[in-house]
């Protein structure tokens, strides 16, 4: 039977979502957890990979297992076995043709930023940070830009390995709220540091150092170069993946005002 399960977790304690040797990671974590409940190696697919120190409050994952237990059971005797950093929300039984990663129709993330002159001594490792103010009006301006389908070149990473820049954003939401500034961004996929890219080119314009339409010219030009810094992993969140309605996904709970 093919199981899907809904999980968060705080990226600044792993090297990655995605298993790899000699380092730590929430897939390792969630892998053996899981083992143990079934009784049995469990090999999970998730929704999405995020890079060292992303966080998720959205992730969804599948595996497949012979051994029948309830979704109380999956769900309680997995974070019997995780960290505290990491946690099973949901699980439940899905049809054999339910993919984590393939059947997924579209994803949100969302990106939180603490405008202060004062790093942030609790939140530091969840939020990033820049201490100069923004204004958030042309930064809205410039965000609703990017809305629609484009080559995404600009912001894709050197080592990205999609095999098109060509992705279709479906919403951007900026929002700011006294020292906190958060942006929604939906798209069916993302490449690779591409709303990191994003980010750290709406701070130049938030900073006045680029108008609106510059947005517009760094799409066009299709060049790296052009765009701004990537913007640090700290305040990046898995926070929904979308599918068909027929496979009945639990939608994630928000946990707080921003996440």
């Known amino acids: 039977m093919r199981i899907a399960i809904g999980i968060e977790y ?7 979502r995605k298993s790899q040797d000699g380092v730590r990671t929430a897939q390792d974590c969630i892998e053996k957890a ?9 090999r999970v697919v998730a929704a999405g990979r ?17 051994r029948s237990r309830s979704s109380y059971s999956w769900t309680r005797g997995a974070n019997s076995h995780l960290p ?34 004062s790093r942030p001594a609790i939140l530091g490792e969840l939020c990033a940070w820049v201490y100069y ?14 809305v629609g389908e484009h080559d995404f070149s600009s912001f894709r990473a050197a080592g990205c390995q999609a095999k098109t820049p060509c992705r279709k954003v479906t919403d951007i939401d900026l929002n700011r709220a006294g020292c906190w500034l958060w942006l929604d961004i939906t798209a069916d996929a993302f490449l690779q540091h591409m709303i990191r890219n994003i980010v750290g080119s709406l701070i130049l314009v938030g900073r006045g150092e680029r108008r609106p339409e510059w947005m517009t010219q ?23 993946v979308f599918y068909p309605p027929a496979f009945d996904i639990p939608a994630p709970a928000s946990r707080a005002r921003f996440w």
């Open 10 to 16: 705080k990226g600044s304690g792993f090297k990655d």
């Open 133 to 146: 103010d923004l204004n958030v009006k042309p930064m809205q301006k410039a965000a609703q830009l990017l």
């Open 34 to 42: 899981l083992s143990l409940v079934a009784d049995h190696p469990i």
């Open 218 to 240: 760094v799409l066009e030009r299709r060049d790296r170069t052009l765009a701004g810094a990537t913007a640090s992993p700290a305040g990046l969140y898995l926070s929904k």
């Open 50 to 66: 995020t890079d060292t120190g992303v966080h998720a409050t959205g992730q969804v994952v599948h595996f497949d297992t012979e």
């Open 84 to 117: 505290n950093d990491v946690r099973v929300l949901w699980a439940k039984q899905v049809p054999s043709g339910f993919h984590a990663r393939f059947s997924a129709a579209a994803r949100s993330y969302r990106y939180i930023l603490h405008v202060s002159s």
